[in-house]
């Protein structure tokens, strides 16, 4: 695609005009992401759109002080049939607050388990649909299918409206008429004034009135039957009060909420459906995985029946649903606009009211997911990954109060179908299908079709033999423990308590209740405000609370006001208790802010926590985390108030002649625990000097690290180092805390976690802070309200609440600036103030067939101004790595690289490296296996070497070694000088790359191997539109199909990439 660019504040203007926009519209802008991101404007006949791509800049936009939802253009056009609907509202429009409020209810868990059964029959109506299809041999058409289903099962659960889609030959009509105004509203953005759309338009009006009118009858048939329920979202929206006032909904608005929610409650689940069955059958260890955890749940049963609580147990199934959409989300872009003059990502200046268009599919693709974000890995939303990833990162169904509101209802109808079509089904690709995106304004799978055979009990028994034991067992296993108790001891309280406006803290508290009542406990359940200041001391107190924008919920006020101000000292003395905080990552800002609360001033009143506070988040995995909590919950109560004859226990007396004294004996020295935790080995420096010139200003260092005895290591491995923080870093850290550094502290933790430090002895706290904790990292958000709660000083005080999550200070910065704070928290708060220190990672730059005793690091020194704008930044790995001289000692250990990123010993196959800086490291292991090769006669295929550097004399790494190697006719070495391209045929390597683009060619076509390794900001971005640029010109290929032909190369593994985030 032609496209003129221009530079307009800083931001890239890219006017597409020329060319016009594409039938898919969404790829076309992901297209220019990849060359002009994270921030461009596009420009299409004189209108303009601002785009953003980054997590740095979506975590500003989704500040809901500074920004709020914009309907963008877009939703401008679906305006025309929605009007104030709750998606399409503008913010200020009285139908928006008043719908929401009166809807919310809606999508509480008690409402969703009443939808369970509609779902369920709408399931099996598939199911006998595709069991149709396995008889005659005919494929299914997957997302026409998925269409069928969402869209029964929100006419059934949503408005007791019966479609009966799958009794039809053909799709309802109301899916065609939405369909083509959907196509409407997305044409509509690029049209040429110059053209006549009439007839477009008059078509558009009959369809929108078409569905105006299904619509009125769905109305007209609740009103009709005298049904005056309001336990579904039809009864909320025609007979419900608002909570405030006692209005209900206007007649024009309940259609627009109706035609609303039948669209976006079907459309865009039907494409997450369909995306993850593309997915799961082209990952079968994904879906061996997956019918794994089917078959634990429903054994060998033909047609199970799913109970509500069976669909919280598909975690897998559901990670492979998020993971489907986080590669392409449904609903791919969602705009935001600035409630007043800003700046964005502190450069890009932006006035109220201008919108700012997130585009999702990119911001799933930042650095944040890995090395590889176009590779379908469910395992990103493995709990604990999750947790330690920043919700901003994730955003398929919007951000904010204006988020998605039906996503659980969504995520349980898709889990729910997906599992049961895992468990029944083999899936058959015999039509080879390659994926194709069908745009809409949403995005589905395009003609994508399977054949179906039936599972048997035997591939069951197979799939379980050929698959260890999965986690869950484990766990299961464990938790039913030996010899434990099962039942309470008779008359043993349990006082659940809830803070909850709509509904669902309520429920999750008598469903505790009622758990605690099967297991032997007198429990109840009750509001928290009716034991404000009356917790008891005879039996455990269980909290289950939310916020609601960052406040108490209604029947939570008293008791937060009584627990954060006026409870006196010791007020919950010989209070044991447990909280469950219930919140949505979307509101970062407020996130578990009143659980966080009420967890933290019960033990600062005397109270005893029973086990750490847990979060369930309703935009994540509610039902997991529920399930997670609850296991810990009675595990733990029963190990303390259990009946030991429930287990037929025995309880043995004390033998007075046993020793007085547990002696466990420590061996090794202070950081054998800290190695052992990270499986890490004590590695001698041999040689350490400076790569680069000395007047350069970024430095690059050489390390040669002596390997122990039985630590091997294959050609571009990687060293995994775990570094020791600056000594006068350590006394800053030691000031500001009001610590001694000689002090020497005992650490037993409550609790053994990843994160647990691997403390076996007494230590002092210099040794804790240089060798165990993070010093320059940003606070997480629990250790900021842990700064905050602790500051003596409101207003200061105040200042931590209202830090955001991308603010660049780190912890002792913020400490610095809270004066209130230096010199009063104490050593006892450094574990829970200072995250554990991480290892770092670096490739290995050497080759075991030159020297296999030893490995060779090349280290990039980072110090630079630092983000904050105070001082400078100095990395904590390349620092410590860059201090080192020969004789000192490391712990480190080897990680293997992912085996596509290993130069084939293949000697017949062209190969082409690319890197920049520190990124030659594997590229000169691999020259030097070849050197090796060479030098016992065996011909080699060409290789070529593009490398990135400044200038000639300034950081042309192992410059000498290099030439030699190419006087041998080992690699032909092509070096990119960013200062002085005219030596170095273009300033980086992807323009050298596009100007000896005939010879590149020549050896692709002889099946030459692309290796790259460097900047994956904008190195190999770069390198990739070369590349696509080079096929485009030597095979007339417009812009999709060069995209294919790079893609292609990729899945073959002949395009490999080892790349990091820059800076």
Same mark, same amino acid.
């Given at each position: 695609?032609?496209?003129?660019?221009?530079?307009?504040?800083?931001?890239?203007?890219?006017?597409?005009?020329?060319?016009?926009?594409?039938?898919?519209?969404?790829?076309?802008v992901?297209?220019?992401?990849?060359?002009?991101?994270?921030i461009?404007?596009?420009?299409?006949?004189?209108?303009?759109?601002?785009?953003v791509?980054?997590?740095?800049?979506?975590?500003? $936009?989704?500040?809901e002080?500074?920004?709020t939802?914009?309907?963008g253009?877009?939703?401008?056009?679906?305006?025309e049939?929605?009007?104030?609907? $709750?998606?399409?509202?503008?913010?200020?429009?009285?139908n928006?607050?008043?719908?929401?409020?009166?809807?919310?209810p809606?999508?509480?868990?008690?409402?969703?388990?009443?939808?369970?059964?509609?779902?369920?029959?709408?399931?099996?109506?598939?199911?006998?649909?595709?069991?149709?299809?396995l008889?005659?041999?005919?494929?299914?058409?997957?997302?026409?299918?998925?269409?069928?289903?969402?869209?029964?099962?929100?006419?059934?659960?949503?408005?007791?409206?019966?479609?009966?889609?799958?009794?039809?030959?053909?799709?309802?009509?109301?899916?065609?008429?939405?369909?083509?105004?959907?196509?409407w509203?997305?044409?509509?953005?690029?049209?040429?004034?110059?053209?006549d !759309?009439?007839?477009e338009d008059?078509?558009f009006?009959?369809?929108?009135?078409?569905?105006?009118?299904?619509?009125?009858d769905?109305i007209?048939?609740?009103?009709?039957?005298g049904?005056?329920?309001?336990?579904?979202?039809?009864?909320?929206?025609?007979?419900?009060p608002?909570p405030?006032?006692?209005?209900?909904?206007?007649?024009?608005?309940?259609?627009?909420?109706v035609?609303?929610?039948?669209?976006?409650?079907?459309?865009?689940?039907?494409?997450?459906?369909? !995306?993850?069955?593309?997915h799961?059958l082209?990952?079968p260890?994904?879906?061996?995985?997956?019918?794994?955890?089917?078959?634990?749940?429903?054994?060998?049963?033909?047609?199970?029946?799913p109970?509500f609580?069976d669909?919280?147990r598909?975690?897998?199934?559901?990670?492979?649903? $998020?993971?489907?959409?986080?590669?392409?989300?449904t609903a791919?872009a969602?705009?935001r606009?600035? +409630?007043?003059?800003?700046?964005?990502?502190?450069r890009?200046?932006?006035?109220?009211?201008?919108g700012?268009?997130?585009?999702?599919?990119?911001?799933?693709r930042?650095p944040?997911w890995?090395d590889?974000?176009?590779?379908?890995?469910?395992?990103?939303?493995?709990?604990?990954?999750?947790?330690?990833?920043?919700?901003?990162?994730?955003k398929?169904?919007?951000?904010g109060?204006?988020?998605?509101?039906?996503?659980?209802?969504?995520l349980h109808?898709?889990?729910?179908?997906?599992?049961?079509l895992i468990?029944?089904?083999?899936?058959?690709?015999?039509?080879?299908?390659r994926?194709?995106i069908?745009?809409?304004?949403?995005?589905?799978?395009?003609?994508?079709?399977?054949?179906?055979?039936?599972?048997?009990?035997?591939?069951?028994?197979?799939?379980?033999?050929?698959?260890?034991?999965?986690a869950?067992?484990e766990t299961?296993?464990?938790?039913?423990?030996?010899?434990?108790?099962t039942?309470?001891?008779?008359g043993?309280?349990?006082?659940v308590? =809830?803070?909850?406006?709509?509904?669902?803290?309520?429920?999750?508290?008598?469903?505790?209740?009622?758990?605690?009542?099967r297991?032997?406990f007198?429990?109840?359940?009750?509001?928290l405000?009716?034991?404000?200041?009356?917790?008891?001391?005879?039996?455990?107190?269980?909290?289950?609370?939310?916020?609601?924008?960052?406040?108490?919920?209604?029947?939570?006020?008293?008791?937060?006001?009584?627990?954060?101000?006026?409870?006196?000292?010791?007020?919950?003395?010989?209070?044991?208790?447990?909280?469950?905080g219930?919140?949505?990552?979307?509101?970062a800002?407020?996130?578990?802010?009143?659980?966080?609360?009420?967890?933290e001033?019960?033990? @600062?009143?005397?109270?005893?926590? $029973?086990?750490?506070?847990?979060?369930?988040?309703?935009?994540?995995?509610?039902?997991?985390?529920?399930?997670?909590?609850?296991?810990?919950?009675?595990?733990?109560?029963l190990?303390? =108030?259990?009946?030991?004859?429930s287990?037929?226990a025995?309880?043995?007396?004390?033998?007075?002649?046993?020793?007085?004294?547990?002696?466990?004996?420590?061996s090794?020295?202070?950081?054998?625990?800290?190695?052992?935790?990270?499986?890490?080995?004590?590695?001698?420096?041999?040689?350490?000097?400076?790569?680069?010139?000395?007047?350069?200003?970024?430095?690059?260092?050489?390390?040669?690290?002596?390997?122990?005895?039985g630590?091997?290591?294959?050609?571009?491995?990687?060293?995994?180092?775990?570094?020791?923080?600056?000594?006068?870093?350590?006394?800053?850290?030691?000031?500001?805390?009001g610590a001694?550094?000689?002090?020497?502290?005992?650490?037993?933790?409550?609790?053994?976690?990843r994160?647990t430090?691997?403390?076996?002895?007494?230590?002092?706290?210099?040794?804790?802070?240089t060798? =165990?904790?993070e010093?320059?990292?940003?606070?997480?958000?629990?250790?900021?309200?842990a700064?905050?709660?602790?500051?003596?000083?409101?207003?200061?005080?105040?200042?931590?609440?209202?830090v955001?999550?991308?603010?660049?200070?780190?912890?002792?910065?913020?400490?610095?600036?809270?004066?209130?704070?230096?010199?009063?928290?104490?050593?006892?708060?450094?574990?829970?103030?200072?995250s554990p220190?991480?290892?770092r990672?670096?490739?290995?730059?050497?080759?075991?067939?030159?020297?296999? +005793?030893?490995?060779?690091?090349?280290?990039?020194?980072?110090?630079?101004?630092?983000?904050?704008?105070?001082?400078?930044?100095?990395?904590?790995?390349?620092?410590?790595?860059?201090?080192?001289?020969?004789?000192?000692t490391?712990?480190?250990?080897?990680?293997?690289?992912?085996?596509?990123?290993?130069?084939?010993?293949?000697?017949r196959t062209?190969?082409?490296?690319?890197?920049?800086?520190?990124?030659?490291a594997?590229f000169?292991?691999?020259?030097?296996?070849?050197?090796?090769?060479?030098?016992?006669?065996?011909?080699?295929?060409?290789?070529?070497?593009?490398?990135g550097?400044? @200038?000639?004399?300034?950081?042309?790494?192992?410059?000498?070694?290099?030439?030699a @190697?190419?006087d041998?006719?080992?690699v032909?070495? +092509?070096?990119?000088?960013?200062?002085?391209?005219?030596?170095?045929?273009g300033?980086?390597?992807?323009?050298?790359?596009?100007?000896?683009?005939?010879?590149?060619?020549?050896?692709?076509e002889a099946?030459?191997?692309?290796?790259?390794?460097?900047?994956g900001?904008?190195?190999?971005?770069?390198?990739?539109?070369a590349?696509?640029d080079?096929?485009?010109?030597?095979t007339?290929?417009?812009a999709r199909?060069?995209?294919?032909?790079?893609?292609?190369?990729?899945? @073959?593994?002949?395009?490999?990439?080892?790349v990091?985030a820059?800076?």
């Amino acid at each position: 695609m032609t496209a003129t660019s221009l530079i307009t504040s800083a931001v890239p203007l890219v006017d597409i005009t020329a060319v016009g926009a594409s039938d898919t519209p969404l790829q076309q802008v992901m297209r220019l992401a990849r060359r002009h991101g994270p921030i461009f404007t596009r420009r299409l006949h004189g209108s303009d759109r601002l785009f953003v791509t980054s997590l740095e800049l979506v975590s500003e $936009l989704a500040d809901e002080q500074r920004f709020t939802k914009s309907v963008g253009p877009a939703l401008e056009n679906v305006r025309e049939f929605t009007a104030d609907g $709750l998606f399409t509202a503008y913010n200020d429009e009285a139908n928006w607050a008043k719908a929401h409020d009166i809807l919310m209810p809606a999508f509480a868990l008690g409402s969703m388990r009443a939808y369970h059964p509609a779902m369920l029959r709408v399931a099996r109506r598939l199911i006998e649909s595709w069991d149709g299809h396995l008889s005659s041999g005919t494929p299914v058409d997957v997302p026409e299918d998925m269409t069928r289903m969402t869209l029964d099962t929100i006419g059934l659960a949503g408005f007791g409206y019966d479609f009966e889609s799958f009794a039809r030959p053909e799709p309802h009509p109301f899916v065609g008429a939405m369909v083509r105004c959907l196509d409407w509203a997305m044409n509509k953005l690029g049209r040429d004034p110059d053209v006549d !759309f009439t007839a477009e338009d008059a078509a558009f009006r009959g369809d929108a009135a078409f569905l105006a009118g299904v619509v009125d009858d769905v109305i007209a048939a609740r009103t009709a039957s005298g049904d005056t329920r309001t336990d579904d979202l039809l009864g909320l929206m025609l007979g419900a009060p608002h909570p405030s006032d006692g209005t209900t909904l206007d007649a024009a608005n309940i259609r627009n909420q109706v035609i609303t929610f039948l669209i976006a409650g079907h459309e865009t689940t039907s494409g997450a459906l369909s !995306f993850a069955l593309y997915h799961l059958l082209k990952d079968p260890v994904s879906l061996r995985l997956a019918q794994r955890e089917t078959d634990e749940l429903w054994g060998d049963a033909e047609d199970p029946e799913p109970t509500f609580e069976d669909v919280g147990r598909l975690r897998w199934t559901r990670q492979v649903l $998020l993971e489907a959409l986080r590669l392409w989300p449904t609903a791919a872009a969602f705009t935001r606009e600035a +409630r007043e003059d800003t700046l964005l990502g502190g450069r890009y200046p932006l006035r109220a009211g201008e919108g700012v268009a997130v585009l999702t599919p990119m911001l799933h693709r930042d650095p944040v997911w890995g090395d590889n974000p176009e590779l379908f890995d469910p395992t990103r939303f493995d709990p604990a990954v999750e947790a330690a990833r920043s919700p901003h990162a994730y955003k398929p169904f919007g951000t904010g109060e204006r988020a998605c509101i039906g996503r659980q209802f969504a995520l349980h109808e898709a889990t729910m179908l997906l599992g049961m079509l895992i468990h029944r089904y083999r899936f058959v690709d015999s039509a080879g299908y390659r994926l194709r995106i069908k745009e809409t304004l949403t995005l589905k799978p395009d003609a994508f079709t399977l054949t179906l055979a039936r599972r048997t009990p035997a591939d069951r028994a197979v799939n379980r033999a050929a698959l260890p034991t999965s986690a869950r067992t484990e766990t299961i296993r464990a938790e039913k423990g030996e010899g434990g108790p099962t039942r309470a001891r008779t008359g043993t309280g349990l006082l659940v308590l =809830h803070g909850s406006n709509y509904g669902t803290c309520r429920e999750l508290a008598r469903d505790l209740a009622d758990e605690a009542t099967r297991l032997g406990f007198d429990a109840s359940a009750a509001p928290l405000d009716e034991r404000a200041g009356a917790l008891p001391t005879d039996s455990p107190v269980v909290l289950v609370a939310a916020s609601y924008n960052g406040r108490p919920t209604d029947d939570a006020a008293r008791f937060a006001e009584w627990a954060e101000r006026t409870a006196d000292p010791g007020a919950a003395d010989g209070v044991h208790y447990a909280v469950l905080g219930v919140g949505d990552r979307n509101w970062a800002a407020t996130y578990q802010r009143v659980p966080t609360l009420l967890d933290e001033r019960l033990a @600062a009143l005397g109270g005893t926590r $029973l086990l750490p506070r847990a979060e369930a988040d309703a935009s994540g995995d509610l039902t997991g985390s529920v399930t997670d909590f609850t296991r810990a919950l009675f595990r733990t109560l029963l190990e303390r =108030h259990g009946d030991p004859e429930s287990a037929g226990a025995v309880t043995e007396p004390q033998d007075s002649h046993s020793p007085a004294y547990e002696v466990t004996e420590i061996s090794g020295g202070p950081l054998t625990a800290l190695a052992e935790r990270h499986g890490m080995v004590s590695m001698t420096v041999t040689e350490a000097y400076e790569l680069t010139d000395p007047a350069h200003p970024r430095t690059k260092r050489f390390l040669r690290l002596a390997l122990p005895e039985g630590v091997t290591y294959r050609t571009a491995d990687h060293l995994a180092v775990l570094p020791a923080n600056d000594p006068s870093l350590v006394a800053r850290a030691a000031e500001l805390f009001g610590a001694d550094l000689d002090t020497v502290l005992s650490l037993r933790p409550r609790r053994t976690t990843r994160d647990t430090l691997p403390v076996d002895r007494p230590l002092t706290v210099r040794e804790l802070l240089t060798h =165990h904790l993070e010093l320059a990292q940003r606070p997480t958000p629990r250790q900021l309200a842990a700064l905050a709660e602790r500051n003596p000083c409101p207003p200061e005080r105040t200042s931590l609440k209202q830090v955001t999550a991308d603010d660049p200070r780190s912890t002792l910065e913020l400490i610095e600036d809270h004066p209130a704070l230096r010199g009063v928290l104490g050593a006892a708060a450094l574990p829970e103030l200072l995250s554990p220190l991480r290892p770092r990672t670096y490739s290995i730059s050497s080759s075991p067939a030159v020297d296999a +005793r030893h490995a060779d690091l090349m280290v990039s020194v980072l110090e630079a101004p630092a983000r904050s704008g105070r001082g400078v930044f100095k990395g904590t790995g390349s620092g410590y790595l860059a201090a080192l001289r020969p004789g000192d000692t490391v712990l480190a250990r080897v990680q293997p690289c992912r085996e596509a990123f290993r130069i084939p010993t293949d000697t017949r196959t062209p190969v082409v490296m690319i890197a920049a800086g520190t990124g030659l490291a594997p590229f000169r292991g691999t020259i030097a296996d070849r050197a090796a090769l060479a030098a016992k006669g065996i011909e080699l295929a060409p290789a070529l070497l593009y490398f990135g550097c400044d @200038a000639p004399e300034a950081d042309f790494l192992h410059s000498a070694e290099l030439r030699a @190697a190419e006087d041998a006719g080992v690699v032909s070495v +092509r070096p990119a000088f960013s200062e002085r391209p005219e030596a170095g045929g273009g300033p980086y390597v992807q323009h050298r790359l596009a100007a000896e683009g005939d010879e590149v060619w020549s050896l692709l076509e002889a099946g030459a191997r692309v290796y790259v390794c460097g900047d994956g900001a904008r190195m190999a971005p770069g390198v990739r539109a070369a590349l696509r640029d080079l096929c485009a010109r030597r095979t007339g290929a417009d812009a999709r199909a060069a995209d294919a032909w790079l893609r292609e190369l990729t899945d @073959a593994g002949r395009y490999v990439e080892d790349v990091y985030a820059a800076g």
